[in-house]
């Protein structure tokens, strides 16, 4: 395998691996959301804390059965008054204790949409790059190997054929 060609097909490798890992996340993501959505339930809670940064999200608290719970989401669609994420206000909060205990600040079944939107393609272009690339690089390994194993007789100029003679002669009595 030459040098560009061994790039190419390096970058294709690692490309289709991260997509294929980032798809299947985002589809378990979406399946475990989905579950929730079948058992979810709401609540009014707080935003605490707006989360800056590359990992902007907001910070929550409410209260179920008494107990105070305290949660992230990256995303804030639920404000029960204008302005509410960005000013530490009220919240409608979904919470399902289905698949494990889970909550977020948006539908769990929007948010099980969102994922698989996102993690199918991911997956569809990631799974088939990874699997043509590290087949390619296994066909071509083969055949460099060999062409690298081929006779080494061959390789010094000399023939099978000089070694073995032209006929063979038995001798009675010998």
């Known amino acids: 395998m030459d040098g560009l060609l061994g790039r190419v097909l390096a970058i294709c490798l690692v490309a289709g691996l991260a997509g294929t890992v980032y798809g299947s996340v985002e589809c378990v993501s979406a399946l475990n959301f989905h579950i929730a ?27 179920v059965n008494g107990a105070k719970v305290d949660d992230y989401s990256r995303v804030c669609a639920t404000p029960l008054v204008p302005g509410a ?5 009220p919240v409608l909060v979904y919470y399902s204790f289905q698949p494990f205990s889970n909550s977020r600040l948006e539908d769990f079944a929007v ?17 088939p790059l990874f699997a043509l690339s590290l087949w390619t690089m296994v066909i071509l390994s083969r055949k460099d190997k060999g062409e690298e194993d081929s006779d080494p007789d061959e390789q010094e100029g000399a023939s099978k054929s000089d070694d073995v003679p032209d006929a063979i002669h038995i001798v009675p009595g010998e």
């Open 37 to 63: 959505a079948e058992h979810e339930a709401t609540t009014v809670g707080h935003v605490v804390k707006i989360l800056g940064g590359r990992s902007r999200g907001y910070q929550y608290v409410f209260s």
């Open 85 to 89: 994420c960005d000013n530490h206000g």
């Open 111 to 127: 948010a099980s949409q969102h994922a698989y939107r996102v993690g199918i393609p991911a997956l569809a272009i990631g799974l």
